[in-house]
């Protein structure tokens, strides 16, 4: 279905507007001359086209889902729910999605079929708990879980981004600024030293090479760094192989392997705990929760867990095959089992290891900081002892 905008006349002979869905432009006439309206003028509204196929951010994704969950709520069916947000919704984008998703399901779509038209709002584990809670005819219930779910991600891209932004964002300018210095006032200075008759410090000579180097090409070379950045990207994102290579370089790097297998078990947990407590099976469960691990050889072992799981194992004997899961969850998953109690257990679990990653990212950040400011004041004053350095000298030029 296509969104049209209209002009015309109606009988009395005033002229309106307005907007209507339609599969191309010829049924969007035809339903408008039925209604005795003279038209005027039709044509796509690609202001709604373009919002449909944004990218919905982490905030709108959440925004989404707590009015869809509050309306259910209140006992409001779904389709008459999306058309409240979509004429109520303060976001332009919000409100073309929800209008979208209530014509799927007006045209007998079910609802998590219908979420997945839209890979660009929403998430394919999302997905995949919305269908399990429509399923067990608990679907305002499985949108509080994945609202849980989606606040936790929330939270945790807002940590990460907190201890990353102030020292990144400090040697950018400290970047910028030498840059600066070495593109357009270097050669003033150059002028300056010309005037001396002497030999320059080798320093100072290697600084105003390469601010002859970086005037003439730097442009040049900063497009070309660009342009494989971003092809590089694109390849890591479309061959399996390549991705495959670079999980496996993280997961070797000792800082970066805790980080990644600590955000990848509390996630992990955090979501299995969820399916659980909804009473979907543990072999269900597990295949929704994989998939929120990215790295793909901890993603590969963690199938073959479910594997396991399938051929009969407990969930604490099948974990043996995954060599990145953690011994201390383990042990504990083998109690909860023991106990009949894995859904708390879960529970416990991703707390344990989220507050983990918690303290990991805070001494992140005050590790990087130090470490920064050392960089930019080396950077800087690098510079400077550079370019005053002839000065200091000039007792001997006299």
Known sequence: MREFIWIGINNAGQKISGKISAENKIAAKTIIEKNDIALISIKKNYANLFSAKQKFTHKQRLDFTQQLQLLLQASIPLSDSLALIAKTSQDKIIQVFSAALQEKIISGTDFATALTDFPNHFTKTDCQMIAAGE????????????????????QLKSKIGKALFY???????????AAGLIIFVIPQFQSIYSNFGARLPMMTCCLISMSHYLSQHGLFYLVILTILFLILKKILSEHYFLKNKMGQ??????????????????????????????????????????QVISQPVFAQQML???????????????????????????????????????????????????????????RLSKLLEPVIMITVASLVSGLIIAMYLPIFKMGSVV
């Open 135 to 154: 399923k067990s005819g608990q679907l305002d219930i499985a949108l509080t879980q994945l609202i849980e779910n989606q606040e936790q991600r929330l």
């Open 167 to 177: 020292p990144l964002s400090v040697l950018c300018i400290a970047i910028i600024i």
């Open 249 to 290: 370089l993280f997961l070797k790097l000792p800082f970066v392997r805790t980080l990644l297998i600590t955000k990848h078990v509390a996630e992990w947990s955090q979501l299995l705990a969820m399916m659980l407590s909804a009473g979907i099976p543990l072999v269900d469960a597990l295949q929704i929760a994989n």
């Open 304 to 362: 073959d867990v479910r594997t396991a799981v399938i051929a009969g194992k407990s969930l604490h004997i099948a974990l043996d095959i995954c060599h990145y899961f953690p011994v201390r969850a383990k042990t504990m998953i083998a109690i909860a089992e023991n106990a009949d109690a894995l859904p708390f257990m879960m529970k416990k679990i991703a707390i344990l290891y989220q507050n983990s990653l918690n303290e990991t990212l805070d």
